[in-house]
Antibody, heavy 127, light 110 residues
Framework: EMQLVESGGALVQPGGSLRLSCAAS????????MHWVRQAPGKGLEYVST????????FYASSVKGRFTISRDNSRNTLYLQMGSLRVEDMAVYYC????????????????????WGQGTLVTVSS | QSVLTQPPSASGTPGQKVTISCSGS????????VNWYQQLPGTAPIVLIY???QRPSGVPDRFSASKSGTSASLAISGLQSEDEADYYC???????????FGGGTKVTVL
């Protein structure tokens, strides 16, 4: 059974940094692009970032570009999100999600299909 | 970040049909497939519809969707109490080089 488990969420002060992790199991991690999606308290879903299956391509929402860095370690089946210069508006539950398209090589799809999600990890930004 | 436009709420009585719209532009819905996600209270979202109108296995055929031009819609027929949830449309945006979500529609079963 495939599983995505996020960790690393915490309380951090504005301007601080945090690294989120997403441990994947039950599927061949290196054959799928991966994504981060967040949800502020009481708000809707917001796309954060995408990384291709081997990490060669990355994409970011304009709201986090230059402050967040997505990466992956296929040998550890783990996805990361390095968050810097955190703002109050970054406070949210952060979900990792698997892309819906299986691929070989270094690829990603432009399908916006997230076929499995983790349970999320809460990032609180407050002084 | 722009969003795809959805009505914030929709409601119906058990057995009724509810339709949710999702409006975008040529750079997203107009040129890419639309997916729909259901988020039950306190849980992570799940895929409800993919590739405009395809249901994953396990999703009841009460759920259907369509796309035309720069708009898409999700229909729930034979509304049931367990359908109370938030529903989101999503599509890749070629101009932004990333995914856009709709603002979400909260469906209430009266």
């Amino acid at each position: 059974e495939m599983q995505l488990v996020e960790s690393g969420g915490a309380l951090v002060q504005p301007g601080g940094s945090l690294r989120l992790s997403c441990a994947a199991s039950g599927f061949t991690f290196s054959n799928y692009a991966m994504h981060w999606v967040r949800q502020a308290p009481g708000k809707g879903l917001e796309y954060v970032s995408t990384i291709s299956s081997n990490g060669g391509s990355t994409f970011y929402a304009s709201s986090v570009k230059g402050r967040f860095t997505i990466s992956r370690d296929n040998s550890r089946n783990t996805l990361y999100l390095q968050m810097g210069s955190l703002r109050v508006e970054d406070m949210a539950v952060y979900y990792c999600a698997r892309d819906g398209a299986y691929c070989g090589g270094d690829c990603y799809s432009e399908s916006a299909l997230f076929d499995d999600w983790g349970q999320g990890t809460l990032v609180t930004v407050s002084s | 970040q722009s969003v795809l436009t959805q009505p914030p709420s929709a409601s119906g009585t058990p057995g009724q049909k509810v339709t949710i719209s999702c409006s975008g532009s040529n750079s997203n819905i107009g040129s890419n497939t639309v997916n729909w996600y259901q988020q039950l209270p306190g849980t992570a979202p799940i895929v409800l519809i993919y590739s405009n109108n395809q249901r994953p296995s396990g999703v009841p055929d009460r759920f259907s969707a369509s796309k035309s031009g720069t708009s898409a819609s999700l229909a729930i027929s034979g509304l049931q109490s367990e359908d109370e949830a938030d529903y989101y449309c999503a599509a890749w945006d070629a101009s932004l080089n990333g995914v856009l979500f709709g603002g979400g529609t909260k469906v209430t079963v009266l």
